[in-house]
């Protein structure tokens, strides 16, 4: 069962909920608008439930900080970020009008090896700066990318959402933690050392995670699945990503040396960098 309506609410005196736009088990996801520069924006709250929680709170902290630092037009960007009376947080973020990439690829199954190659540019442009800032996403998926419809004149525009469970390498202790016997993440796309420990896992553990999101889009699937979480797991761990050709015959072979490079089991054979990834796709884009 969903919230009770919230339409017409004001947020901190400040922002008008005009209409949901989404809601998952922890919080939803409103269409707003700031009341004094009559802008709409996406205001993003915890409930009150999940908002107790440290843990939860400490994640919602991460991705407005996540953001805030990295500075690039291909990361969502937060606006505003505080606690209502009732104790829910809110975050403030710009207003996105597009799709995720997970919608299009319910709707269209695959994407030309030139579109993969195009979108996938925009999100290691996004996660090269935030690498620079020292910063790991690990929970790169296709519910996290959104393509907008346009910006600044520019068709297709790429943005990385959700850094809740990021990894700040160079700020000390904050979001480097998880807790024993605990994965966070979405194991389709951890890379094998996430799975083993997530606390130490490097850039190449988000370009594994590209690796498989660029999989998905030109077979339709993704590499390997499971009857169980467990399973799913363990195949992650041990088990190679298979030759996306075997599901798409005519895929071209460079490509897919590409897509098994960025997906191998041992980081040290991946790319090194989100820039190097980016240069190899690069011919494919059409860019």
């Not at 490079?261 to 796709?281: N, V, Y």
């Amino acid at each position: 069962m969903g919230s009770p309506s919230r339409e017409g609410e004001v947020i901190d005196g400040k922002y008008r909920i005009l209409h949901k736009l989404g809601e998952g088990g922890m919080g939803a996801v409103y269409a707003g608008e700031h009341l004094r520069l009559k802008r709409t924006v996406a205001i993003k709250m915890l409930h009150g439930a999940a908002s107790a929680q440290q843990d939860m709170a400490e994640r919602f902290e991460r991705e407005a900080q996540a953001a805030g630092q990295i500075g690039s037009d291909h990361i969502v960007e937060v606006y505003d970020i505080g606690q209502t009376p009732a104790g829910e947080r809110f975050m403030v973020l710009e207003y996105l009008d597009g799709e995720s990439l997970r919608t299009r690829l319910k709707r269209e199954r695959r994407l030309s090896v030139g579109r993969a190659a195009a979108l996938t540019m925009q999100v290691l442009t996004g996660l090269g700066a935030a690498h620079v800032a020292g910063i790991i996403h690990r929970d790169l998926k296709p519910d996290n990318v959104f393509i907008l419809k346009e910006k600044a004149g520019r068709a297709q525009f790429v943005k990385i959402l959700d850094f809740g469970i990021s990894k700040f390498t160079q700020l000390g202790e904050s979001g480097s933690t998880t807790r024993t016997g605990t994965v966070m993440g979405s194991p389709n796309y951890m890379s094998p050392e996430h799975v083993q420990a997530a606390n130490r896992v490097d850039a190449r553990s988000d370009l594994y995670s590209i690796g498989i999101m660029v999989f998905e889009m030109v077979t339709g699937t993704i590499p390997r699945k499971g009857s169980t979480f467990a399973e799913l797991l363990f195949t992650v761990v041990y088990e190679p990503v298979p030759d996306p050709r075997t599901l798409v015959p005519d895929l071209d072979p460079a490509f897919a040396a590409l897509i098994l490079r960025a997906c191998s089991q041992k980081p040290e054979e991946r790319f090194a960098s989100a820039a190097e990834f980016a240069a190899a796709l690069a011919p494919f884009s059409g860019i």
